[in-house]
């Protein structure tokens, strides 16, 4: 079983939609969440931090299910410039497990 | 601007030859890190390195091993170049402290043929 488990998607959805991803975990100790962003051809580059109390960057949304070992990263009112591969991240003892990724493609 | 760059974008090498891929950053950090990327599998940890001349493997360090002369400097070796080491390579540092953001650079495109 992977470390981190994602849906790999692709997600095709239409500007202005909401869409969810999830991602689960194995390993209870994990300490910290993170979720980077993938554009085409381009190095991950962090997105934003989940925090157990859940945080919010403007139409970005991260929730943390510690119970349950999961993720998830809700996006509101989508825009093309959204397409890309999202990346689920745990930080486990020195170093950091990435997902595989879930594919992201929003048309107008 | 944190600033990591890789010495190659794309690389192709034969079966057998040693592979050299070389990875700067400019802020003074102190962790830099190697992982490979393949489609289904995403990004594998081959080593990672803490400080000057110390390293530390991986999940997939067979095959590979690594050099930190320079701070800024972090450079992964194929010892002999193999088919199944085909792979996107991308290189990335952090601050210690608890910092978890990495920064990665552009990433190297490898065909062993």
């Known amino acids: 079983r992977k470390e981190v488990e994602q849906d790999p998607g692709p997600f095709n959805v239409p500007e202005g939609a909401t869409v969810a991803f999830n991602c689960t975990y194995s390993?209870?100790?994990?300490?910290?969440f993170f979720w980077y962003r993938q554009d085409c051809r381009k190095e991950p580059k962090l997105l934003m931090s989940v925090y157990s109390s859940g945080n919010e960057d403007g139409r970005f949304t991260a929730q943390l299910n510690r119970a349950s070992q999961y993720i998830s990263l809700l996006i509101r009112d989508s825009k093309l410039s959204d397409s890309a591969t999202y990346l689920c991240v745990v930080h486990n003892g020195n170093k950091l497990v990435f997902g595989a990724g879930t594919i992201l493609r929003v048309k107008s | 601007d944190v600033k990591v760059t890789q010495s190659s974008r794309y690389l192709v090498k034969r079966t057998g030859e040693k592979v050299f891929l070389e990875c700067v950053q400019d802020m003074d950090h102190e962790n830099m890190f190697w992982y490979r990327q393949d489609p289904g599998l995403g990004l594998r940890l081959i080593y990672f390195?803490?400080?000057?001349?110390?390293?530390e493997k991986g999940d997939i360090p067979e095959g590979y091993s690594v050099s930190r002369e320079k701070k800024e400097r972090f450079s992964l070796i194929l010892e002999s170049a193999s088919t199944n080491q085909t792979s996107m390579y991308l290189c990335?540092?952090?601050?210690?402290?608890?910092?978890?953001?990495?920064?990665f650079g552009p990433g190297t495109r490898l065909t062993v043929t």
């Open positions: 390195s803490y400080d000057v001349k110390m390293k």
């Open positions: 990335a540092s952090t601050l210690t402290g608890g910092s978890y953001e990495q920064y």
């Open positions: 390993n209870s100790a994990s300490q910290s």
